[in-house]
DNA sequence: ATACGAGCCTGGATGC
DNA sequence: TGCATCCAGGCTCGTA
């Protein structure tokens, strides 16, 4: 599920729930969850540090603090939230920060197809986010236009490229292409001057009622609304809409309106 | 460079 | 009810 609306929805749940606040206990309940790092690196290199500001880049969350930087990402099943540790852990709870007598931030993944590293320092956090693109939500417009017409392939491909664009997924990206009128086999290097004006004006819209939502809404008005009825109609137009395979990643779109 | 499939992991829905 | 199969909004890797 996440993508950079719900990370987003994310950082502000770390950011309420442990900015400035120390690290007391760090418990992790699956390993599996854990990559280039141990159990007890992770520990020893978090307990007794403060969270500080964390920041994002696509899809990826940077916990900040002001030593080693925690990052996670979520995969398709994963998400963070903030809980009394009196709670107990549910059965997908992986990791948990104690931060304060009451207060405790759970990373929670059904799947584990992602998870958490540790970055000593900010090489390490360069590394890690290396290949990816500008970031979908800071993106301008001379730097967006370069990015998709520097490539080929169909322009859902593109935009769900993290090296191309960091932080769409495929729903933002039906969503948008759907607003834009596009359809997601247009190849993104033949888009005319109109076309990518029309992408990044929808990109950004969307993202903004995303962001503030903390998810792509399934409301009715958008076409994400509708992609898991039995029998799809396009809100805009009434007419069907059409199930496709682009990449390997379901796709829906209106041949009447893209 | 691009496209495609398999694989990672788990659980819910579907079909027999 | 039981069991197999497919599917899912992430990404990486290998091959063509």
């Given at each position: 599920m996440p993508e950079l609306p719900d990370v987003e929805g994310f ?48 899809k ?14 979520f995969?398709m099943?994963?998400q ?56 979908a939500l ?21 935009l769900t ?6 932080g769409l997924g495929n729903l933002l990206a039906d969503e948008i292409l759907w607003r ?22 929808h990109m950004r819209r969307t993202l903004r009622s995303a962001v503030t939502a903390g998810r792509v809404p399934p409301r009715d008005s958008w076409l994400t609304g509708h992609r898991d ?6 809100p ?13 990643r379901g796709t829906v ?6």
């Amino acid at each position: 599920m996440p993508e950079l609306p719900d990370v987003e929805g994310f950082r502000r749940v770390l950011r309420a729930c442990a900015k400035g606040r120390t690290i007391q206990h760090v418990e992790v309940l699956d390993t599996g969850v854990l990559h280039e790092v141990s159990v007890r690196r992770l520990r020893d290199a978090l307990e007794g540090r403060r969270f500080t500001e964390p920041e994002r880049h696509g899809k990826w969350l940077l916990a900040r603090t002001g030593g080693p930087t925690l990052m996670l990402h979520f995969g398709m099943t994963g998400q963070l939230l903030c809980a009394d540790p009196q709670d107990p852990a549910e059965a997908h709870d992986r990791v948990l920060f104690t931060v304060a007598r009451d207060r405790q931030l759970r990373y929670r993944d059904q799947r584990k197809l992602r998870g958490l590293w540790l970055a000593d320092d900010e090489f390490e956090v360069a590394r890690l986010l290396g290949g990816l693109g500008p970031d979908a939500l800071t993106v301008d417009r001379d730097d967006f236009d370069a990015a998709l017409t520097a490539h080929r392939g169909s322009v859902k491909t593109v935009l769900t490229d993290q090296g191309v664009l960091a932080g769409l997924g495929n729903l933002l990206a039906d969503e948008i292409l759907w607003r834009a009128r596009l359809r997601p086999t247009s190849r993104a290097s033949e888009l005319d001057e109109a076309d990518l004006g029309h992408l990044y004006t929808h990109m950004r819209r969307t993202l903004r009622s995303a962001v503030t939502a903390g998810r792509v809404p399934p409301r009715d008005s958008w076409l994400t609304g509708h992609r898991d009825d039995p029998h799809p109609v396009c809100p805009r137009c009434g007419g069907p809409l059409r199930r496709t395979r682009t990449a390997g990643r379901g796709t829906v779109w209106c041949p009447r309106c893209q």
